[in-house]
C-alpha cells in the first residue's frame, strides 16, 4: 500500500526560525509530488510542484527538495512569519494520476 | 475570476437525508476530484472524474454518489447510507495532464443534526 507519512504532526517555533518539514512516502515510483497549505477551515493552496526528475523547487523563502531513492522530500521554510502559521500537506502522484495525501503538519509561528 | 467554487460553506444533515454538495470550476479542467477531510488528518479520496460522463471510486466512496454530466460541474451527494459523514469535503481540479498542479475549492463543513 503507497503512503505518505509526515513528521512532525505539529510544531510550534518562533519568528525568524528556519524550519524544516518532512514528507516521507514508501513507493518511489513517484510522478511529482506536492507541497500544500491549508488554513483552518479553508481549502488548500499548492506552494510548489516538484516533478520525479527534479531534486528541488524554490518559490520565494520556501524551498521544497525531493529524493525518491530514500522516500523522502522536505519543504525548508526561511526566515518564519507568523502569517506562515497554518497546516502543510504533501501530496504524492502515482500510477493513475491519483494522490495519495500525508496527514500534515501543523505550524505555529509565534511572534 | 478563474476558480472552483464549492456551495454551501456550511450543511447540516438530517438522520436519513440525502444531501448534496455543490462543487463548480471554470479553470476548463478535465479532471475533478472529491476528497474528506477529518479533523487532524488528511484528505482521503470519495471519487474523481477525468471526463464528462466518466468517474470512478475512490478509496472511501461507500455512501456517496456523484455525476459528471458537464465539464463545469461535479456534484456529491452524501446519502443516508453514509453513517458517519460529518467531516469537511474538498472539491478540486486540474487540467488533463499528469504533471499540472491540483487546485482546490474552499471547501463545505457538513455536520450531522
Known amino acids: 500500500k503507497q503512503e505518505v507519512t509526515q513528521i512532525p504532526a505539529a510544531l510550534s517555533v518562533p519568528e525568524g526560525e528556519n524550519l524544516v518539514l518532512n514528507c516521507s512516502f514508501t513507493d518511489s515510483a513517484i510522478y511529482n509530488l506536492q507541497w500544500f497549505r491549508q488554513d483552518p477551515g479553508k481549502g488548500l493552496t499548492s506552494l510548489l510542484l516538484?516533478?520525479?526528475?527534479?531534486r528541488e523547487q524554490t518559490s520565494g523563502r520556501l524551498n521544497a527538495s525531493l529524493d525518491k531513492s530514500s522516500g523522502r522530500s522536505t519543504l525548508y521554510i526561511a526566515a518564519s512569519q507568523p502569517g506562515d502559521s497554518a497546516t502543510y500537506l504533501c501530496a504524492v502522484r502515482y500510477a493513475g494520476n491519483m494522490l495519495t495525501f500525508g496527514g500534515g503538519t501543523r505550524l505555529m509561528v509565534k511572534p | 475570476d478563474g476558480g472552483i467554487t464549492q456551495s454551501p460553506k456550511y450543511l447540516f444533515r438530517k438522520e436519513g437525508q440525502n444531501v448534496t454538495l455543490s462543487c463548480e470550476q471554470n479553470l476548463n479542467h478535465d479532471a475533478m476530484y472529491w476528497y474528506r477531510q477529518d479533523p487532524g488528518q488528511g484528505l482521503r479520496l470519495i471519487y474523481y472524474?477525468?471526463?464528462?460522463?466518466?468517474?470512478q471510486k475512490g478509496d472511501i466512496a461507500e455512501g456517496y454518489s456523484v455525476s459528471r454530466e458537464k465539464k463545469e460541474s461535479f456534484p456529491l451527494t452524501v446519502t443516508s447510507a453514509q453513517k458517519n459523514p460529518t467531516a469537511f469535503y474538498l472539491c478540486a481540479s486540474r487540467t488533463g495532464a499528469a504533471n499540472e498542479k491540483l487546485f482546490f475549492g474552499s471547501g463545505t463543513q457538513l455536520s450531522v443534526l
Open positions: 516538484i516533478q520525479s526528475s527534479q
Open positions: 472524474s477525468q471526463i464528462v460522463n466518466d468517474f
